[in-house]
């Protein structure tokens, strides 16, 4: 089952928990706006290139809509309507202000020069400008793009609006960007940890863990949660995959990867096969990398006791349902990695101010805002008796229904 499919399924589920007006679902799922834009550019050798780019606006009922964009040359108008709809739920449940966005353009960026991607970048800019805004909608990094891109956009965006700093998140400090953003969503994946494990009694300190993926999300989550005491006993990425049952020291191999090493080249630990990292004894097992990870061949072996989304749609659904019956707790994508889009709400609002929070504050209105979210998905599973991802779902979704409702919204 594709993004789109799993995530509208998801959707009509809660809806039906909900008991929502037919029309009132229906009218959810359309997307605001769907732009779909021919990006051309010169290339370095003289030639010209062709690129296209899309944005999906799902919805602003809630406020301007949010989400990133992504370089990928898989990008297609499904997987951003999907990644879309997704963080329309996504901002509900997190209680920030803002409606869901996605955006991309399909191209190779590690194939592209640096002025390439500049030049591509403010075509497709200059190409959306108008649709985009500080109070409509606000991109932000995602796959293949980074604050630098963000610079890019904001820079070509002001020459037809002024100086606009908060259009973009996730963008460099010296241009607006927040302290503490770059942890944002590993930070949050361990506050979710915390918060579920001490649901059930449990806690960080003396758990053992397993992380698929060690980039941002991935090496962040490790770091915070090797400090907490937990027990890291293995650790995979695209390079390769190692486990200690020991433990993995994570200082010494942050080091040993910031000086270039890749993961199966660290010796404090051994090689394993890739493939057995997700069926691994742990207690708590952290998706960080793609989607469609845990699927029906897999999650049968899973001995993980409980599942962290860091990863967006890494549990299939028929996976979930396969874990459901094992009883192991899956708490959902939608909530476990929304820390990101939290703590670009305190960029953004940090730029509407004209006044910087330092990191200490930033971190702590996070964990308010992540402790807050657990608190309120766990409220609806009690209310509607269902699992962790058809609580936070039916959260967002009854919010965002509430607020199209208030709006005016007539059958």
Sequence with gaps: MNALAATTRNFRRASRLLDLDPKLEKSLLIPFREIKVECTIPMDDGKLASFVGFRVQHDNARGPMKGGIRYHPEVEPNEVNALAQLMTWKTAVAAVPYGGAKGGIGCSPGELSRSELERLTRVFTQKIHDLIGTHTDVPAPDMGTNAQTMAWILDEYSKFHGHSPAVVTGKPIDLGGSLGRDAATGRGVMYATEALLAEYGKSISGSTFVIQGFGNVGSWAAQLIHERGGKITALGDVTGSIR??????????????????????FHGAEVMDSAELLVLDCDVLIPCALGGVLNKDNAPDVKAKFIIEAANHPTDPEADEILAKKGVIVLPDIYANSGG????????????????????????????????????TKAMCKSLDCDLRMGAFTLGVNRVARATLLRGWEA
């Excluded at 191999?253 to 199966?264: I, S, V, Y």
């Excluded at 209105?365 to 402790?371: D, H, I, Q, S």
């Design 244 to 265: 200690n049952k020991a433990g993995i020291d994570i200082p010494a191999l942050m080091k040993h990867r910031n000086d270039g090493g890749a993961l199966k080249d």
């Design 341 to 376: 889009v939290i703590v670009s709400y305190f960029e953004w609002v940090q730029n509407i101010q004209g006044f910087m929070w330092d990191e200490e504050k930033v971190n702590n209105e996070l964990e308010k805002y992540m402790r807050s979210g657990f608190h309120h």
